[in-house]
């Protein structure tokens, strides 16, 4: 724990978080790409996650797993990289803001089961409203649950 707070006032220190502080536009404009990302993200995962849950019958699984899933990574690079920019203006507390904390620990979570759902399901989503696995299906509501929680944090770090 030592390491990661000395980490984070270094990074808070650095000419990027010095930045990220002075500068009356970067901050904004940098929060206002986090935003982009949020919505690249978590509007193809939940609907993506609603598909595979059921809803939306009457569109190809394959067909919308194809066309949403770049968009979901396109909006996942983008709060990474704002993200950690944003980070980098306070880093100091938010290193140690058990929000942030478990905002970060489920995103892992939500990534890990997006690349577990693709190396176990993708080959099999055209039988997938004929014959869905439980676990698939657990791990689709996983995904709506973890990514519902991560927004959620996201907007409550601002307020505690």
């Known amino acids: 724990m030592d390491s990661l707070i000395a980490w984070a006032a270094w990074l808070e220190a650095s ?14 404009a940098l929060n206002l790409l986090h935003l982009l990302g949020l919505v690249l993200l978590l509007g193809p995962m939940l609907l993506l996650d609603a598909r595979l849950l ?11 797993s194809q066309v949403l899933t770049p968009l979901a ?24 803001d058990r929000l942030l904390q478990l905002k970060l620990l489920l995103i892992i979570l939500g990534v890990a089961n997006a690349l577990l759902f693709r190396h176990l399901w993708s080959a ?31 907007r409550l770090l601002a307020y505690f």
């Open 124 to 154: 099999r989503l055209s039988d997938w409203d004929t014959h869905a696995p439980l676990f698939g299906r657990l791990q689709a509501a996983l995904s709506l649950l973890a990514w519902i929680l991560v927004m959620s944090l996201g």
């Open 73 to 96: 990574v396109v909006g996942l690079v983008l709060l990474l990289g704002s993200g950690f920019c944003l980070f980098a203006a306070d880093a100091g507390p938010l290193a140690v």
């Open 15 to 28: 000419a990027l978080g010095e930045q990220m502080r002075s500068s009356a536009l970067l901050y904004p």
């Open 54 to 64: 059921g809803a939306g019958r009457a569109f190809s699984l394959p067909a919308v």
